[in-house]
């Protein structure tokens, strides 16, 4: 799907109705195989709450959750369908959620019905959400993720259910290139393939040139004696097709470039000193060198504000700005290690939601239409 279509993902209305103040609405199931058929019929008019993944490679809603007798463990699916009341409309709705591997984290995927289907689909939104918030934090997750278009009217039920926006992004599209196939050639001097072995580097670089309310949102400040994990930087939905470049000087990486090349569209990450931006540009050409040799499609860049620099270089190198999408955070409530005398149960804390980072780029962000 070509990445304009973030402009057009939007659902409607922002009217919300508060949460029973009983906890769990009895209306809101987990999924079960007898909800198959329910569940095939509204994953076809749903909408996607994460569009780098829908954009990407799109799962399938009901194989996800069919695969995933265990919601929550590993990086499998939890799904939740919402069946309205004898006094209500007929209106059905469900939510699914993907754990990401190794993090206590989770991205909330796909929700139906769509925003504008009808006066009550924001409450529906609004119960889905609070209620997959609540089942995450009991099973250890520490914050959930939603990424929409900085459009999206849906936007409003998504900021009443709990979630902070935290930064913007502008993505910038490339067509694609084609370059011959066969062995990669030699790199620049300087620069190499990411290894498994750079994670650790990778995480100081990441420390060094984000700011921390994105640190803190994004979950790299550890906590609790917890070591960084080699997963942190990787993409949640296929780890292992993540690749990259690196551009190392004096036995310091000073810029990486990370790919995930996808059914519909490659995706580029930059990373790396905004106030030195040459090696980032040395990583752009052997990235997109790379990705020519897999196959010509297009390639999205998001940029963040404090990465503006980087944006001459992108449209130097044939991206132009696209669309905006802003990245949403939920903190649920989380376990903490505290010495005490005799054994206490673990207590659960409540995160402190982060504010939205302004996205005063160099480039100016696209204009719908």
């Known amino acids: 799907m070509h990445p304009d279509a973030v402009r057009g993902v939007s659902h409607g209305n922002r009217n919300c109705r508060s949460f029973s103040a009983s906890g769990i609405d009895p209306l809101i199931r987990p999924f079960g195989l007898r909800n198959s058929l329910r569940l095939q019929s509204l994953a076809r008019r749903s909408a996607p709450l ?139 001097e300087g620069v190499r393939s990411q290894a498994e072995t750079d994670s650790l580097a990778l995480q100081r670089l990441h420390c060094r040139h984000t700011p921390p309310l994105v640190q803190q949102a994004e979950g790299m400040q550890t906590g609790n004696g917890e070591g960084p994990s080699s997963l942190d930087l990787r993409k949640w939905w296929q780890p292992e097709r993540v690749e990259g470049f690196v551009y190392q000087a004096n036995g310091d990486i000073l810029a990486v470039s990370q790919i995930t090349r996808g059914r519909n569209v490659h995706w580029l990450h930059l990373m790396g000193d905004p106030a030195a931006p040459e090696p980032i540009s040395v990583l752009l050409k052997c990235s997109l060198d790379a990705l020519g040799r897999y196959s010509e499609r297009p390639v999205l860049c998001p940029l963040r504000p404090y990465q503006s620099s980087f944006g001459p270089l992108l449209q130097e190198a ?19 290690r505290k010495p005490a005398a005799v054994p206490l149960a673990a207590e659960r804390v409540e995160a402190t939601l982060p504010t939205l980072a302004p996205a005063d780029v160099s480039v100016p962000p696209p204009v719908a239409g």
């Not at 989770?106 to 889905?128: E, K, M, N, V």
């Not at 696209?322 to 939920?330: I, L, M, N, P, Q």
């Open 318 to 336: 044939g991206f132009e700005p696209d669309a905006a999408v802003t990245r949403f955070v939920k903190h649920t409530t989380s376990m903490v």
């Open 50 to 188: 994460q569009l780098e993944q829908f954009f990407n490679s799109p799962q399938n809603v009901f194989w996800a959750a069919v695969s995933a007798p265990l919601p929550w463990l590993g990086s499998g699916a939890a799904t939740y369908l919402y069946e309205p009341a004898l006094d209500e409309a007929p209106m059905h709705g469900f939510v699914q959620a993907v754990k990401r591997l190794g993090r206590p984290e989770a991205d909330l995927t796909r929700i139906a019905p769509l925003h504008d289907a009808g006066p009550q689909a924001a409450s529906i939104w609004q119960l889905l959400l609070e209620r997959v918030a609540q089942d995450a934090g009991e099973h250890g997750i520490q914050r959930l993720y939603v990424c929409l278009g900085n459009d999206d009217e849906a936007a409003g039920s998504v900021a009443a259910s709990g979630f902070a926006p935290y930064i913007q992004e502008t993505l910038f599209r490339h067509p694609g290139v084609s370059t011959p196939k066969g062995g990669q050639g030699a790199l620049p």
